[in-house]
């Protein structure tokens, strides 16, 4: 997705392009905005179907449960943010370059998809125990992605910071909330959130842009 | 410390100890416990009332809807945090010491009682529209006594800031996002997230510490 897509997104516009055939589509998109809207608890297969123009039936022919489809949101959702956080980490440039991107197009998409990742961060807890360990090794991954161009940072003396670990989750934590506050009609473009927050990260790890 | 440790908080121990009498505290703990466990929409008064081991008739003598439970969780909340800022700015001290004292009892807070945190935070929008207007007034003054802060550590030559408004968002976003993360259980207290993010902030103003 471009720049210009995202910044041009009104609302959450996560197109969900892996999720095929399109009534799959269609109920993951009413799954996300209802578990936004109302919690994943006050949800029923019910709603999310009539909010997609669907049957229950309809909706059962692509997932089992409500559960289901909560854990697919999670897994595409973390997997999209783990992808941009290696493609900075896997970029060339210096550390700094890195960090910087890593935290503009990380911003960018808690921005952009503010409904989706939401659902995905606050709606961790309404996964069962079982399925609970796959989503925590990719959020292991996203860690280890930072972690390791601030630790790239310090090594080759352009970063000054004396805890690598609890940096790492500030660093992360600080483009989460993003979803939490950003509005899509407020003054500020994801753009340009994320310009401000690359830098104040480049700040927190002791560089000055 | 990661980000992944997200499992069901143990307690928070917000004492909510000016509200009175005792049967209509039991009620309001009961109601953070719920509404953090399983979301505002899917509780009910009758969950709210047997978690606190009353009946559901005694729950109407203190509260006469769910709503009303939580605008009072919402609005003691905003003024904890609320009350804990302006203690900071109008210490004595420099812009620094300032800043860094409310970040580090705003963090302690937030990772405190971050069940409460997550209630007054993640269930603002099911506020009805009468009662919206109150909670954002107070979150106003959060932000305001934060720029207050900056702004004078930028008069007084302390801090380097380009852009005020946007990093006191992100300094509050930051201390916030806390109660999403933290776990009782995990490797660091409040007190040492509080002092790791006093640093960070300080940085992020750019001041070194």
């Given amino acids: 997705m471009t720049q210009d897509e995202q910044v041009a997104a009104p609302t959450d516009d996560m197109p969900w392009s892996e ?9 993951m998109v009413a799954a ?18 009539s909010r997609a123009g669907m ?24 997997e999209k943010a783990l992808e941009i956080l290696r493609r900075a980490v896997e970029a060339e440039g210096t550390a700094a370059e890195r960090l910087a ?23 961790l807890d309404s996964l069962g125990e079982e399925h609970r360990p796959g989503i925590v090794a990719l959020r292991r991954q996203s860690d280890a992605a930072i972690r390791k161009i601030i630790n790239d940072g310090v090594r080759s003396g352009e970063f000054d910071v004396p ?7 500030a660093v992360l934590s600080l483009c989460i909330d993003v979803a939490r506050w950003f509005n899509a009609e407020g003054r500020r473009t994801p753009d340009e959130v994320g310009a401000l927050y690359a830098d104040l990260v480049l700040r927190m790890v002791g560089t000055r842009s």
Same sequence: chains 1, 2.
């Fill in 163 to 169: 805890d690598v670990p609890g940096t790492t989750v």
């Fill in 32 to 49: 996300v905005e209802a578990f936004a809207e109302r919690g994943y608890h006050a949800t029923t297969t019910r709603d999310i179907a």
């Fill in 101 to 123: 991107e890593a935290v503009r197009s990380f911003v960018r998409w808690h921005a952009g998809h503010h409904m989706t990742a939401r659902v995905v961060q606050y709606e």
């Fill in 55 to 78: 049957s229950p039936a309809a909706l059962y022919i692509h997932y089992k449960t409500k559960e289901e489809l909560l854990l697919r949101i999670s897994r595409i959702g973390h």
């Fill in 19 to 27: 999720v095929t055939p399109d009534a799959a589509r269609r109920l």
